[in-house]
């Protein structure tokens, strides 16, 4: 087998790609199907050229790993296409799998495109932060019509084949062996001529309102990003000059993203992502159990939203409470947020009901018994959750899973409690729990292998991204943002307003700055921590000015008052009064507010999260500096376009990220000054270390 073989059907020629894992268009690919074309090129007894997919799928895409190769080296995508494009016999395209990016531009060079009907065709190039780069961006328009086109290039998102059917993009649902239809296809098409070409045909529904209002759109969804825009001035060449030209313009805007720090980013988190499910000791050969009921204790916000997560995936799950009124409330919390699900329309009453039957509520934690994991979600107490794990550990049936959804606290003590730490496990699910995509699994001392892998491979099944993280106070992600809690917490103390200081982060992508974060947590949240770890450290009461606004009764979003104050619409204002709060304390404390510009506030507080970052991946309670940048993009609003933080600091240059650091009073964590003394990346750690 070659990486395209060439088989005959009689009068036509079958192109096979052979690409494991996803047929992308990697080196060698081109050069197959460019041979194979050659041959029917050559031969008067070939009528017709069929190009399909080996295994899985059709070519699902560029080779992202050759992006970074120099022009000359990368596959010949484009060639390819333009040769198909002048192609004098007909070729089809038969897909099954995903033809995405590349792939379906592949198919678009072809004269027509034959599908299975479960297959999907898109071009998700946007979300790599790129664009289109071989005719999609002008041959889509001319296919489906400028509007269609411009939400399919916009969003990334695939289509089925049988939409795509519909709308001209492919020509045929084969029923049954694909090859067989492709071929019968292809024969029925031989003697078509003139050969009809998708690079002939005009844009329809091209109006300037159509773009403009694309225009508008990007503002929104896709703020501070390049290639969206890219995307629609391409579009909207399409429609207003010829093929060639537009053709020509969008190798050149290829280019121009691909080599942008937001398309280096996207690219990052693509393969952090993947690399993220990758534990070292774990292998597929792991026992693994299924799980089939689930267990959750607390129905409270995030038990209750942790519940979701498993009705969702079909699975059963007990919820317990200790009092009533407490159960009820969390139920009718999950029907309703059900039923705006379902006046959304994005699901039918019939789901709602059939998601809100796998649920069983209980007030009697023995109903527990035969649950295959059990999710402990109660509020942060140790002494509470011990004593729920002492119980847990006289009711749960042997090879249950334990696990706490604790977003701070020692696992290992929580374990010590029960006869079985190696079935314990932390769980940590971000809030909103039904939403965020993020899944801190934390390994503790003891927890089995098995257990570990039962967890990963849970995540998947619930569509949460799952990063293993070990145990420490906070673990990765809350670890992190306490630190740039206390950074900004710093900022306003040395002049800054907190809107300003918001701003700052707002600029870099993230939707809340830290202080709007706060409020939407709850101010109480962090009172209770600082309040807690000075009281264990033998410290006085801390006394910040943010400690002041909580003592106000001031608690956040939930008070309708915080730091900012707010109404229904949930905007924060800032509030006049706790303005004078922040200068009083100033005063009280001898301290001459200066001007903190935003460059600076942004700088140290990303920088903050770096240093914090570095010193865990030298305690190795992160694996990869990869996974710390899964976790704040899938748990804390990182931009993904900068890639994590780790990635962000590896763009702007580590050696300038340990100057900053130093000039405005961190001390750079040993990791971090040496990857910048020796001119390295935190892509480079990961490699030396394996794990990139
Ligand atoms: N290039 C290189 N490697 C790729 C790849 C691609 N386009 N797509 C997937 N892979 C790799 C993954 O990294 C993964 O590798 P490991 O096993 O080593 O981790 C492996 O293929 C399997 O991928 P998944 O784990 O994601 O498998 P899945 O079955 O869950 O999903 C998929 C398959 C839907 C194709 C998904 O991988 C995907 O969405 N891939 C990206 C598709 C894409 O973005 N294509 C456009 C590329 S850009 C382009 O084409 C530019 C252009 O216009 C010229």
Wanted: proline share 5%; net charge negative; hydrophobic share 40%.
């Amino acid at each position: 087998m070659s990486i395209v073989d060439q088989t005959r059907q009689d009068d036509v020629l079958v192109l096979t790609i052979n690409n494991p894992p996803v047929n992308a268009f990697s080196p060698g690919v081109p050069e197959g199907l460019k041979a194979g074309l050659d041959a029917a090129a050559a031969d008067d007894t070939v009528r017709a050229v069929v190009i399909i997919g080996g295994g899985r799928t059709f070519v699902a895409g560029a080779d992202i790993r050759t992006f970074n190769l120099p022009r000359e080296q990368s596959p010949d995508l484009r060639g390819t296409i333009q040769k198909l494009d002048g192609f004098a016999k007909p070729t089809v395209a038969a897909i099954h799998g995903t033809a995405l990016g590349g792939g379906l531009e592949l198919a678009m060079g072809c004269t027509y495109r034959v599908a299975v009907k479960d297959a999907q065709v898109g071009l998700p190039e946007v979300k790599l932060g790129v664009l289109p780069g071989a005719g999609g961006t002008q041959r889509l328009p001319r296919v489906v019509g400028a509007q269609k086109a411009l939400e399919m290039m916009l969003s990334g998102n695939p289509i089925r084949a049988t939409e795509a059917h519909q709308l001209g993009l492919i020509d045929r649902i084969v029923d049954g062996d694909l090859l067989a239809g492709a071929v019968e296809f292809a024969r029925e098409m031989a003697d078509a001529r003139p050969l009809p070409r998708i690079s002939d045909r005009p844009v329809e529904g091209a109006s300037p309102e159509v773009f403009a209002a694309a225009r508008e759109g990007i503002k929104k969804s896709h703020r501070g990003q390049l290639s969206p825009s890219l995307i629609i001035d391409l579009a909207e060449m399409a429609a207003t000059v010829p093929f060639q030209q537009g053709w020509d313009a969008e190798a050149g805007k290829f280019m121009e993203a691909k080599d942008s720090p937001q398309s280096r980013g996207l690219r990052h988190i693509f393969f952090a992502e993947r690399e993220s499910a990758r534990i070292p000791g774990i292998t597929k050969d792991t026992p693994t159990t299924e799980i089939k009921s689930a267990g959750i204790i607390g129905a409270g916000t995030m038990g209750g939203g942790i519940a979701m997560n498993f009705l969702n995936a079909g699975i059963p799950v007990t919820i317990v409470e200790t009092a009533q009124d407490a159960l009820d409330r969390g139920l009718a919390v999950i029907r309703r947020n059900y039923e705006n699900t379902a006046k959304k329309g994005r699901m039918t009453m019939d789901d709602v009901e059939t998601r809100m039957g796998l649920l069983t509520p209980t007030v009697d934690m023995t109903a527990l018994k035969d649950a295959d994991i059990i999710i402990e979600a109660v509020y942060e107490n140790m002494d509470v959750k011990k004593d729920i794990f002492t119980k847990l550990d006289a009711i749960a049936k042997p090879g249950a899973i334990l696990a706490s959804n604790t977003s701070t606290l020692d696992v290992n003590e929580i374990a010590s409690v029960t006869t079985r730490p190696e079935s314990v496990i932390g769980l940590h699910f971000f809030s909103p729990a039904n939403v965020m995509k993020l899944l801190e699994i934390v390994r503790a001392d003891k927890t089995s292998d098995s257990v570990l892998a039962t967890s990963m491979a849970l995540a998947k099944k619930i569509r949460k991204v799952g990063v293993v993280v070990g145990v420490c106070d906070g673990f990765v992600g809350n670890r992190m943002v306490h630190r740039y809690g206390d950074e900004a917490r710093k900022i306003v103390e040395e002049g800054a307003r907190p809107e300003d200081v918001d701003a700052s982060m707002n600029a870099l992508g993230l939707p809340m700055g830290p202080f709007q974060m706060s409020d939407m947590a709850g101010l109480d949240i962090g009172y209770a921590i600082r309040q807690h770890q000075a009281k264990v450290a033998g410290k006085l009461k801390p006394d910040g000015w943010l400690d002041r606004i909580v003592e106000r009764g001031r608690k956040g979003q939930k008070t309708q008052a915080g730091i900012y104050d707010y109404d229904e619409t949930r905007r924060p204002k800032p509030n006049a009064e706790m303005q004078q709060l922040i200068e009083d304390y100033r005063a009280e404390k001898g301290i001459t507010p200066r001007e903190i510009t935003p460059e600076e506030s942004t700088k140290r507080l990303a920088y903050s999260l770096v240093n914090e970052g570095a010193k865990i991946l030298e305690e190795g309670i992160a694996q990869r500096a990869g996974d710390i940048d899964v976790i704040y993009i899938y748990g804390y609003g990182f931009p993904a376009y900068r890639g994590g933080p780790m990635q962000y600091a590896s763009e702007q240059g580590l050696s300038s990220v340990v100057a900053d650091l130093e000039k405005y009073g961190q001390t750079p964590a040993p990791l971090l000054k040496r990857l910048a003394d020796e001119g390295k990346t935190f892509a480079d750690y990961d490699a030396e270390r394996g794990r990139g």
